[in-house]
């Protein structure tokens, strides 16, 4: 019997191991995906400031004269790079946030498996501590008949 319960917590183990393994895949294809999506925005904004930079180089060395719009150009153009080093570290703590999301929801269920493993084998205890209790019991009670029939 022993032997059984034992073999059935380690079935068990090896269930909840593998729930925990897929979801770790899970959470690992989830964050790749969401990395490969920020690193095309981010391709994307490079993109879009190396060519709006180019476009204020040439517009500047086409007309000295037009010094206002170049300045207003380039503030534009430092506001953008200001907004992609904020997209870039936004992006940065999201994903070290994820990341620790990830290690608490792997923490958690490894601490609700424990609490069912023991519970399970706190149960099999108990068990196993009143059937000796009820056996002892019969064997109190088997033992006192004969000296009440003695007496009587």
């Known amino acids: 019997m022993r032997a059984n319960h034992e073999e059935a917590l380690e079935t068990e183990r090896a269930k909840r191991i593998d729930e925990v393994e897929a979801e770790r895949a899970r959470t690992a294809e989830a964050i790749d995906a969401e990395r490969e999506r920020h690193a095309r925005e981010l391709e994307a904004l490079r993109a879009r400031l190396t060519e709006e930079l180019?476009?204020?180089?040439?517009?500047?060395?086409?007309?000295?004269?037009?010094?206002?719009?170049?300045?207003?150009?380039?503030?534009?153009?430092a506001e953008a790079r200001e907004q992609l080093e904020l997209t870039s570290d936004a992006d940065r703590r999201a994903e070290a946030a994820r990341a620790a999301h990830a290690a608490l929801?792997?923490?958690?269920?490894?601490?609700?498996?424990?609490?069912?493993?023991?519970?399970?084998?706190?149960?099999a205890e108990l068990e196993q501590a009143r059937a000796e209790l009820d056996r002892m019991r019969g064997e109190l009670?088997?033992?006192s008949e004969p000296a009440q029939t003695a007496g009587e």
Do not use: I
Not at 54 to 77: F, G, I, K, P
Not at 105 to 120: G, I, K, M, N, Y
């Open 105 to 123: 929801r792997e923490e958690s269920e490894r601490q609700a498996q424990v609490h069912a493993l023991t519970e399970r084998e706190l149960r």
């Open 54 to 77: 180019e476009a204020a180089r040439a517009s500047a060395s086409q007309s000295e004269d037009r010094s206002s719009e170049v300045e207003t150009l380039q503030r534009e153009l």
């Open 141 to 143: 009670g088997s033992r």
